[in-house]
């Protein structure tokens, strides 16, 4: 039997909700305060997807992409700092890209399926 739930929503939202959905399969743990911000550096990353990955990465982590964060999230510099510090520590972030599989580029549609054996 297969179930599909339609998520409607757009590609300001989208991370967002992918990180809420995917949330519990992350290891190590997101506070909220690193998911916001991941998924606002996921939405970033996605704008700059027609970019070459070692150019994307110095734009990625730009001041004014970070201007942009913060203003997005209402935080400040010192905790935008911390957070990514955190991310860091964690694994999210390498040197200056996000972790490879969780840097999705969506199209129009994107799937996510979960397999359950009842055994």
Avoid: W
């Avoid at 992918?18 to 996605?46: C, D, M, Q, T, W």
């Avoid at 510099?77 to 955190?86: D, E, K, P, Q, V």
């Avoid at 520590?89 to 580029?105: D, H, R, S």
């Amino acid at each position: 039997m297969e179930k599909i739930i339609p998520i409607k929503t757009d590609i300001d939202r989208f991370f967002i909700r992918y990180l809420h959905i995917v949330r519990p399969l992350l290891k190590p743990h997101l506070s909220n305060g690193e998911l916001k911000v991941f998924a606002e550096l996921l939405r970033i990353n996605n704008e700059y997807k027609n970019i070459k990955p070692e150019l994307r990465g110095k734009l990625l982590f730009d001041y004014d992409n970070k201007i942009i964060i913060m203003d997005n999230l209402g935080i400040s510099y010192n905790t935008l700092g911390n957070i990514f510090m955190a991310l860091r520590k964690k694994g999210y972030i390498v040197g200056n890209t996000i972790k490879k599989e969780l840097a999705i580029i969506p199209d129009k549609e994107f799937t996510i399926s979960y397999k359950f054996m009842i055994q």
